[in-house]
């Protein structure tokens, strides 16, 4: 290999190992999406950063890569042909190349298992007070969700109230068409099917005011069924909270349905 | 030769300023407003302002006759209501339509007005059975709700109908969008189309400035 051409390869090769390395030290210090509000939000983080920080060296590689290309074997405005070598039968490269692949593909899949077995276990987080779950119904109907307590008496509320000392165990359905219950910051998306309960589990490991909103196409308002209410707050707070919507219920509460995963509204209550 | 070129340039002119025209007109054209109307009342401080609407089982005007709707004073449909910032809208709905229960039997609760009740007919309530409700009037965003109890076969009047009247805050100036909770468009999708999907039917704006 000419001098010129090695001279060339090395400063490149330094200016990507510093580039890579300036990129990961930010990523791992950037405050990526969706937080750390709950366990799943903590994990989804930790996810998105790895692969970013896994992503970003092959990016500024390839980048790299291009701008040697493109300034070695860039052809002169008066060349009478083009002449770039051909790169054939060199066993170095494509060992080079097929180990890489096969390394990073392997690599992710073994971390993405690792990552999901890990969050079908029981969160570790807050053992020492016991964690039975609150189960929270999300009843989605177009243009709203509303929530329900059974474990206070099956209350119903216009916003989602959680305590932040327990697992939290939602129940998602719909009385209509298909929504989709998205705690952004939590980092739960659940699909809200009319006569089918979905259902997911959370540790709140935050308190704060956050936003939910559907992220499923459902009509006109869609893009209003949103609540910027949603609160995780102390285990007492949450008490007290749970007291006055008790209170507040009260007028409607021989009305509502017992509880139930899935509901089926009245024939006459379809309008047709 | 001269005069066919002339002849489909007068036409293309013609034809564009037509679709500009329609474009023009549809976009500047405003539906009726319900503006509130001043008082000399206040609570807690705040200016009250009363707005009064009604509810039919059809509009029996406009584009869509048949539909149910709320009507202003003028009987035209008009769910755009126009309401100063930081008042109390006193607000007064002719509920002229029948029952067809609600889908959720939460919106029976009155939640969000001053009190967290309502008046029927003069009668003090918080919530009503949810399989008597005609329509709701319920703004997500500022969390009032209310039933609207539907008339009964043997009621009274001309036209019968229940008189319903609560208080409820505004805040400062936004646009917040209302709907009606009771699944009552009647031959559509789960009962949520047609009226329900439409401004001006069952579904509105509260516009505070």
Partial sequence: ?272 | MRLRVAFLGLALIIVGAGIALFVTLYLIKTPPAVTAATTNNSVEGLPVVNVTLTTVGAAGTGPHPNWVAYLNDNGDPSTYIHAPANSVIHMTINQQDSASGLRNEYFGLVRGTVDNSMKVNGKTMQAIDPTTAAHTFTIPDLGVSVPLLGVTSDQQGNPPQNVVEFDFKVPGPGLYRWQCFVPCGAGTLYGNGGPMQTLGYMAGELVVS
């Fill in chain 1, 1 to 272: 290999m000419p001098p010129r051409r090695r001279t060339l390869i090395n400063i490149i090769a330094g200016t990507w190992a510093v580039l890579a390395a300036a990129g990961d030290i930010a990523l791992n210090s950037l405050p990526l999406p969706p937080g750390s509000a709950t366990d799943i939000a903590g994990s989804e983080t930790q996810v998105i950063r790895i692969l970013a920080m896994m992503a970003w060296p092959i990016f500024v590689a390839v980048v790299a890569g291009l701008v040697f290309t493109l300034y070695v074997d860039r052809v002169a405005p008066d060349a009478r042909e083009f002449d770039a070598q051909t790169l054939r039968g060199n066993s170095r490269v494509q060992t080079m190349w097929i180990a890489g692949s096969t390394t990073i593909v392997l690599g992710v899949a073994i971390f993405g298992t690792i990552t999901l077995a890990n969050d079908t276990t029981v969160p570790t987080v807050a053992q020492a007070v016991p964690n039975t779950p609150l189960e929270v119904q999300v009843i989605a109907q177009q243009w709203y969700f509303t929530y329900r307590y059974p474990s206070f008496g099956g209350f119903e509320s216009a916003h989602l109230v959680i305590p932040s000392d327990r697992e939290i165990e939602f129940h998602v359905t719909s009385l209509d068409v298909t929504h989709s219950f998205w705690f952004f910051a939590a980092g739960v998306k659940a699909d809200a099917v009319p006569e089918h309960d979905n259902s997911v589990d959370m540790q709140p490991l935050k308190t704060g005011t956050y936003r939910i909103e559907c992220s499923e196409l459902c009509g006109i308002w869609h893009g209003s069924m949103s609540d910027d209410n949603a609160q995780i707050v102390s285990a007492g707070d949450f008490n007290t909270w749970a007291q006055q919507q008790q209170q507040l219920d009260a007028p409607i509460m021989k009305f509502l349905p017992p509880y139930s995963h899935t509901y089926v509204p009245a024939p006459g209550a379809y309008g047709s």
